[in-house]
């Protein structure tokens, strides 16, 4: 019998878990690294970028925001916070990587997927060192930014295969539809690499005086808005030849959620485009781009079968434990 008390039960998650406890664990390392994408674009949108000057370090002689007359008190906040939320995320990580680890049986794709997670954000971090050093170089901010969609794929990896079971995987649709929603995938990492570029051409690159790149911002938001009409195109033609397949209800669904982000992220992009780029949908439309990236691979993973969770017995309690009595 687990404890009711909070502490202990978020302890027993890790330290003796079970898979749906797991999964919630993966669950929060997906919400973490999408809340880490959102606060980004809020550094980029307050040009708070270089809030911290630099790194590891927020000023030349503290880690934390010290009164700096070249840099105000506001943009500081909100860079060291962003430095902050990453250590949560790293913790979070740490412990899914713990858990996947003492979870038993012991299933050794998980705990690979599960190491990815605290290693790509410390990746994540020294990324951003190297976006202080550089002062806003937009290639090193355009990856910085892609690096999360890349741990993205390991959280919502691990929060799908902590829900199911071991058996060989079993196509639920068929191949056509497979390879539909490959190209999906594909066309979906096109637009997140081509809105870095939109981004790194247009007024919020993080601070006033960083580097943009040299593109007309109108061509480069023209090739992003083409790629996201694709990706529509491509997700409807999945979501139709599902129903023509007669795919599970939970495929379906997962097509729909898709759509509908798709649509609102459609949505968001023209206003921001016709309201002279807002930094408040700024931050929103980057939010959209994770979000719809999460629905796009689990549409994929619910293509295929692997059988039912395993199930972790539950260690006896020492109060139901009946114990010997001497003869």
């Known amino acids: 019998m687990r404890s009711q008390n909070p502490l202990l039960r978020a302890r027993d998650a890790v330290w003796n878990p079970t898979p749906a406890s797991l999964r919630l664990l993966a669950l929060l ?143 639920l649709a068929p191949p056509a539809v497979r390879r539909l929603s490959a190209a999906l995938l594909a066309a979906s990492a096109a637009v997140l690499v081509a809105g870095t570029v939109v981004t790194g051409s247009g007024p919020h690159a993080g601070d006033a005086d960083s580097r943009r790149w040299g593109f007309n911002i109108e061509d480069v938001t023209r090739v992003h808005s083409v790629l996201a009409w694709l990706t529509a195109a491509l997700a409807i033609a999945v979501t139709i030849t599902l129903y023509r397949a007669k795919a599970p209800a939970p495929a379906k669904r997962r097509a729909h959620e898709l759509l509908a982000l798709i649509a609102a992220q459609g949505a968001v992009g023209y206003i921001q485009y016709f309201t002279g780029v807002p930094g408040a949908l700024v931050v929103l439309h ?32 020492r109060s139901t434990t009946e114990t010997p009595q001497p003869a």
């Open 29 to 171: 390392g997906v919400l973490g690294n999408a809340m880490i994408v959102a606060t980004g674009g809020a550094v980029r949108v307050t040009k708070s970028g270089l809030g911290c000057p630099e790194w590891p370090r927020c000023t030349g002689d503290s880690l934390v925001p010290t009164h700096s007359p070249e840099h105000p008190a506001l943009n500081m906040a909100i860079e060291f916070g962003n430095r902050m939320i990453t250590f949560v995320v790293l913790a979070v990580g740490i412990a899914v990587f713990v858990a996947a680890l003492r979870l038993r049986p012991r299933r050794g794709d998980l705990v690979w997927w599960a190491l990815a997670q605290p290693m790509s954000v410390v990746a994540q971090a020294v990324i951003g060192g190297i976006v202080v050093l550089t002062e806003l170089h937009p290639a090193s901010v355009s990856l910085h930014f892609l690096v999360s969609p890349v741990l993205l794929i390991f959280c919502v990896g691990l929060w799908v295969r902590a829900g199911e079971g071991d058996a060989p995987p079993r196509p």
């Open 286 to 317: 980057m939010l959209g781009a994770v979000l719809m990236w999460i629905a796009a691979f689990r549409l994929h993973f619910a293509l295929r079968d692997r059988g039912p969770a395993l199930v972790t017995p539950e260690a006896p309690s």
